[in-house]
């Protein structure tokens, strides 16, 4: 799948990770988190929805898992509360290396409504959905800075933004890692000095 490409730099195929399931990364291939944890970074994903779940396979290197979000009934956790609970981890320790994965759900979601900062509710859709996001997003970028956080961190945030309501025979329609509904990522910061690298 794109997440276990993103998360280890290598193709699809390399990563076995075409199809869903819990098969998830093989142990055999070090991911991006597993370097970050044995270079001392504190390593956390925070998943607002399925099908980033520690369940699914893709939990290799991430010290914390924060995918809780089913305990209450509920289909999936919004940008905002998702973006808080990584903003929260990476608080908890400020002045430490830490490399946050976080995975937003929301455009699966189109029937669930939306809030604005002023609290109107939003109509249902993709739309709203996409200014939930865009929203949340500036927010959580003004608290990094704010915060002094923006510096020593690393921080992904993906999404699935592609186009849920195709249908695949066997494969429900919020798990669905095909090319169709995939398109990653949304945003990556990388620390103060740090230089992107293929290798």
Do not use: C
Not at 48 to 77: C, N, T, V, W
Not at 146 to 159: A, D, I, R, T
């Amino acid at each position: 799948s794109a997440p276990a490409s993103l998360f280890t730099g290598l193709s699809v195929q390399d990563t076995k990770g075409s199809t869903n399931g819990s098969f998830g990364i093989p142990y055999t291939i070090n991911t991006l988190a597993e370097k970050a944890l044995a270079q001392g970074y504190r390593t956390a994903l925070f998943s607002g929805g399925p099908p980033i779940l520690a369940k699914s396979g893709l939990h290799q290197g991430f010290e914390d898992i924060d995918d809780d979000f089913m305990r209450d009934g509920r289909f999936y956790r919004p940008a905002r509360e998702n973006l808080d609970h990584a903003l929260n981890w990476l608080l908890e320790s400020p002045k430490e290396k830490s490399l946050a994965h976080i995975f937003l759900a929301d455009l699966q979601f189109p029937f669930v409504g939306t809030f604005s900062p002023d609290g109107k509710e939003r109509e249902k859709s993709v739309l709203a959905q996409k200014r939930e996001v865009d929203e949340s997003l500036k927010w959580f970028i003004a608290e990094l800075k704010k915060k002094n956080l923006w510096e020593n961190s690393y921080v992904f945030v993906l999404g699935l933004n592609g186009d849920a309501s195709s249908v695949r025979k066997d494969v429900l329609w919020h798990e669905n890692l095909f090319r169709e509904n995939i398109h990653l990522p949304l945003f990556i910061k990388l620390p103060a000095g740090a230089v992107a690298s293929s290798g």
